[in-house]
């Protein structure tokens, strides 16, 4: 009953602020949703690749990873089935980081996100280069549990979350904007959630 009436009022405070999009309603839990299961992390085995349009295409271990420069983040997580969850604080790596090191070529304008067990997403290069755009390990105050996509994922606040993949293993830079996991089953390409991009 309190807790129900609080999600309200949170809800009412979030839409006056104009940060609810349309026919999304605010969530207090933490919704887990994927396709398929949750895969085993194994920090000795665990690989990350930045391949395709680059000039200096590269790997890392989870070591090297770690030892890249560190970020936080506050931002809202919008999913498509209509819960929003507001006020994440995320740290990790800047895709910006990520994206100054490879140096992509200037015929490339994609980036296509790779995850462990095949799931995809696409997205513009651009929007992976916003300030705010960040490859995650800790949903503050806690690292990242298996479930919501330890040891890490990508976190793209301005798009729908399943442009935010769990357990990320790599990112391909590409000329051409090609469908992803979802995208393929007629989610929209773009997904952004104030104009409503859920489906094409
Ligand atoms: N690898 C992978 N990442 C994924 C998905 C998935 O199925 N596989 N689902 C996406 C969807 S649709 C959403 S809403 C968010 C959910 O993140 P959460 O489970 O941490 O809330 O993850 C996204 N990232
Ligand atoms: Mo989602």
Not at 10 to 34: A, I, M
Not at 47 to 67: H, I, M, N, Y
Not at 78 to 105: Q, Y
């Given at each position: 009953m309190f807790v129900s009436s609080e999600r309200k009022r949170l809800e009412r405070e979030r839409r006056s602020e104009g940060r609810l999009p349309p026919g999304q309603s605010l969530t207090l839990k933490w919704p887990v949703l994927h396709a398929g299961a949750v895969p085993q992390f194994d920090p000795d085995t665990w690989k990350f690749a930045v391949f395709g349009l680059v000039d200096r295409p590269f790997e890392l271990t989870w070591q090297e990873f770690q030892a890249l420069p560190r970020k936080r983040v506050q931002a809202d997580f919008h999913c498509v089935t209509t819960w929003s969850k507001f006020d994440n604080v995320w740290e990790g790596v800047a895709m910006r980081t990520i994206a100054e090191r490879a140096m992509?070529?200037?015929?490339?304008r994609f980036v296509i996100q790779h995850c462990e067990g095949g799931y995809t997403t696409n997205t513009p290069l651009a929007d992976l280069l916003r300030d705010n755009v960040l490859l995650a390990d800790t949903h503050s105050p806690e690292p990242l549990t298996p479930e919501h996509g330890a040891p890490l994922r990508m976190i793209v606040p301005h798009l729908y979350a399943w442009k935010s993949s769990k357990w990320i293993r790599g990112l391909e830079f590409t000329a051409d904007d090609r469908a992803g996991y979802w995208e393929q089953r007629g989610y929209h390409m773009y997904g952004d959630p104030v104009r409503e991009q859920r489906f094409r």
């Amino acid at each position: 009953m309190f807790v129900s009436s609080e999600r309200k009022r949170l809800e009412r405070e979030r839409r006056s602020e104009g940060r609810l999009p349309p026919g999304q309603s605010l969530t207090l839990k933490w919704p887990v949703l994927h396709a398929g299961a949750v895969p085993q992390f194994d920090p000795d085995t665990w690989k990350f690749a930045v391949f395709g349009l680059v000039d200096r295409p590269f790997e890392l271990t989870w070591q090297e990873f770690q030892a890249l420069p560190r970020k936080r983040v506050q931002a809202d997580f919008h999913c498509v089935t209509t819960w929003s969850k507001f006020d994440n604080v995320w740290e990790g790596v800047a895709m910006r980081t990520i994206a100054e090191r490879a140096m992509p070529k200037p015929e490339a304008r994609f980036v296509i996100q790779h995850c462990e067990g095949g799931y995809t997403t696409n997205t513009p290069l651009a929007d992976l280069l916003r300030d705010n755009v960040l490859l995650a390990d800790t949903h503050s105050p806690e690292p990242l549990t298996p479930e919501h996509g330890a040891p890490l994922r990508m976190i793209v606040p301005h798009l729908y979350a399943w442009k935010s993949s769990k357990w990320i293993r790599g990112l391909e830079f590409t000329a051409d904007d090609r469908a992803g996991y979802w995208e393929q089953r007629g989610y929209h390409m773009y997904g952004d959630p104030v104009r409503e991009q859920r489906f094409r």
